[in-house]
């Protein structure tokens, strides 16, 4: 049974820094992973995605600049959100995601990952 754990969240200041940690364990070698989010009263929101194999990496407007996507190494044991300068408005429960069939786009659409993982709590204030 393929499954992600999401980890690494936390209580930070604005400029504050959180590397959160998603951890795969995937019968089927992994396409792409992304992050997601989720703020109270908000619909969920693609935040960045890998791509296996091309490398290629996506952001959204909102994150550009300050967050970092990577994978640990060739096996993809483990995908790292590098969130730096962070902001109230970053808040948010975050979740990764995987697929094994296919790759993310600009679009960090959610129905582009059919694996799921459970959130981790991201909270920004003073």
């Known amino acids: 049974q393929s499954t992600l754990v999401a980890s690494g969240g936390g209580s930070v200041q604005p400029g504050g820094s959180l590397r959160l940690t998603c951890a795969t364990s995937?019968?089927?070698?992994?396409?792409?992973v992304g992050w997601f989010r989720q703020a109270p009263g908000k619909e969920r929101e693609g935040v960045a995605c890998?791509?296996?194999?091309?490398?290629?990496?996506?952001f959204t407007d909102a994150v550009k600049g300050r967050f970092a996507i990577s994978a640990e190494d060739e096996f993809w044991n483990a995908v790292y959100l590098q969130m730096d300068s962070l902001i109230p408005d970053d808040t948010a429960i975050y979740l990764c995601?995987?697929?094994?069939?296919?790759?993310?786009?600009?679009?960090?659409?959610?129905?582009?990952?059919?694996?799921w993982g459970q959130g981790t709590q991201v909270t920004v204030s003073p």
């Open positions: 890998i791509n296996n194999y091309i490398g290629t990496t996506y």
């Open positions: 995937s019968h089927s070698k992994l396409s792409a």
């Open positions: 995601a995987a697929s094994a069939s296919s790759f993310c786009s600009d679009q960090l659409s959610p129905q582009d990952f059919h694996l």
